[in-house]
């Protein structure tokens, strides 16, 4: 099966913009997850997208927010953007039916925010 | 916030010596799972020990459960280079209900396996 795909992989936005990150589940996968990661607070959870409902959610501003589509891709958003949204972004994919399933993991999309 | 907190947060060996990696956390669990993570991507899943086993083995890999001490460790045996990584420690919670699916994840230790 094909892993988990994140586009784009790389981006670099300026203060007050906003970005849109996609994620590609593993074929048959119905959970997908959103993290940050910066050097300073390491992996934070940001949501979680079941059978297109957001399931659980993390303590990030509105400014992020997420939907996932009817094939189980998921994306997520943040409007606004300032300087301490510079992270990267890792979405994982899981079954979603059994609790602490096992994640699997994107390479990440790098977003620099000038 | 961190469930779990790894100890120590960076670890230097030599290539052939065995790297132990400790995890702590504060909360009940159904399982806990290691994952590594090379520079700049994503994590990989590495094993998974339910709240009632104590040890697990995998390749090189071998974690043990204490849940009276609510921790854990992950041995890896006969390191090489390229077992250079960070290694994360996630646990799932025991209670039930939406935010039962989440892994938490502590911040992990950084290897360095020197050739």
């Known amino acids: 099966k094909a892993g988990v795909t994140q586009t784009p992989r790389y981006l670099i936005k300026t203060r007050g913009q906003q970005v849109t990150l996609s994620c590609s589940p593993i074929s048959g996968h119905r959970s997908v997850s959103w993290y940050q990661q910066t050097p300073g607070q390491g992996l934070q959870f940001l949501f979680e997208y079941f059978s297109e409902t957001q399931r659980n959610k993390g303590n990030f501003p509105g400014r992020f927010s997420g939907r996932q589509f009817s094939n189980s891709r998921s994306e997520m958003n943040v409007s606004t953007l300032e300087l301490g949204d510079s992270a990267l972004y890792l979405c994982?994919?899981?079954?979603?039916?059994?609790?602490?399933?096992?994640?699997?993991f994107g390479p990440g999309t790098r977003l620099t925010v000038l | 916030s961190q469930q779990g907190e790894e100890d120590p947060q960076a670890l230097s060996i030599q290539e052939g010596e065995n790297a132990t990696m400790n995890c702590s956390y504060k909360t009940s669990i159904n399982n806990l799972q290691w994952y590594r993570q090379n520079s700049g991507r994503g994590l990989v899943h590495l094993i998974l020990?339910?709240?009632?086993?104590r040890e697990k083995h995998s390749g090189r890999l071998r974690v043990t459960l204490d849940t009276s001490k609510k921790s854990s460790s992950l041995l890896i045996t006969a390191s090489r280079a390229a077992d250079t990584a960070s290694y994360f420690c996630a646990t799932a919670p025991s209670y039930s209900g939406a935010g039962s699916y989440q892994l938490t994840f502590g911040k992990g230790t950084k290897l360095s396996v020197i050739p």
């Open positions: 020990i339910r709240s009632n086993e």
């Open positions: 994982a994919s899981s079954l979603g039916q059994g609790v602490g399933d096992t994640q699997y």
